[in-house]
T-cell receptor, first 111, second 113 residues
Framework: EAGVAQSPRYKIIEKRQSVAFWCNPI?????LYWYQQILGQGPKLLIQ????????DSQLPKDRFSAERLKGVDSTLKIQPAKLEDSAVYLC?????????FGQGTRLTVV | AQSVTQPDIHITVSEGASLELRCNYS??????LFWYVQSPGQGLQLLLK??????LVQGIKGFEAEFKRSQSSFNLRKPSVHWSDAAEYFC???????????FGTGTRLLVSP
């Protein structure tokens, strides 16, 4: 079965620019997560979707981050405007029955 | 809300020696528990999981973990470490409702010759 697909793999932007990441979860997985992993730290949950709806976005900086999940399948995460401290790997995961599968992530560098 | 503590930031083990990585969790009900491994530049790969039943769970690559409710722990073990096991290891706890998954800060495993 195909895994979780993310694009792009790498992105370099200047501060105050905007950026978007895309995630295609495993087919049939109702739950989708976006995590932020800063270098040397564990993944931090930004937002969790259950089908189309948001289950948890308590740690999403809503003044600059937004996310949507179209028709309960693909998802995009956007940052606008980006700050230096947003440099991190953004991981998408999907799950079925509690077991999460991760994509390879998008490494964002803000300069 | 659930939380995870991995008290060891780095651990160095000689190749062929045994390994134990510690994980303590906080959650009010019976948790779902996971160990993931992350190699440099890679995503997270699931090593093993505990949902219910036998408290000693076997995973891939020769790893096992034991759930101890009384100690709120889920330590990862391997009897003989290989150089290819050098990586970052993350413990995670999930709830039984909407499956919110929370990670620890990770333990970096170094394997010496």
């Amino acid at each position: 079965e195909a895994g979780v697909a993310q694009s792009p793999r790498y992105k370099i932007i200047e501060k105050r620019q905007s950026v978007a990441f895309w995630c295609n979860p495993i087919s049939g997985h109702a739950t989708l997560y976006w995590y932020q992993q800063i270098l040397g730290q564990g993944p931090k949950l930004l937002i969790q979707f259950q089908n189309n709806g948001v289950v948890d976005d308590s740690q999403l900086p809503k003044d600059r981050f937004s996310a949507e999940r179209l028709k309960g399948v693909d998802s995009t995460l956007k940052i606008q405007p980006a700050k230096l401290e947003d440099s991190a790997v953004y991981l998408c995961a999907s799950s079925l029955a509690g077991e999460a599968f991760f994509g390879q992530g998008t490494r964002l560098t803000v300069v | 809300a659930q939380s995870v503590t991995q008290p060891d930031i780095h651990i160095t083990v000689s190749e062929g020696a045994s390994l134990e990585l510690r994980c303590n969790y906080s959650y009010g009900a019976t948790p779902y528990l996971f160990w993931y491994v992350q190699s440099p530049g890679q995503g997270l790969q699931l090593l093993l999981k505990y949902f219910s039943g036998d408290t000693l769970v076997q995973g891939i690559k020769g790893f096992e973990a034991e759930f101890k409710r009384s100690q709120s722990s889920f330590n990862l073990r391997k009897p003989s470490v290989h150089w290819s096991d050098a990586a970052e290891y993350f413990c995670a706890v999930g709830d039984t409702g909407f499956q919110k998954l929370v990670f620890g800060t990770g333990t970096r495993l170094l394997v010496s010759p």
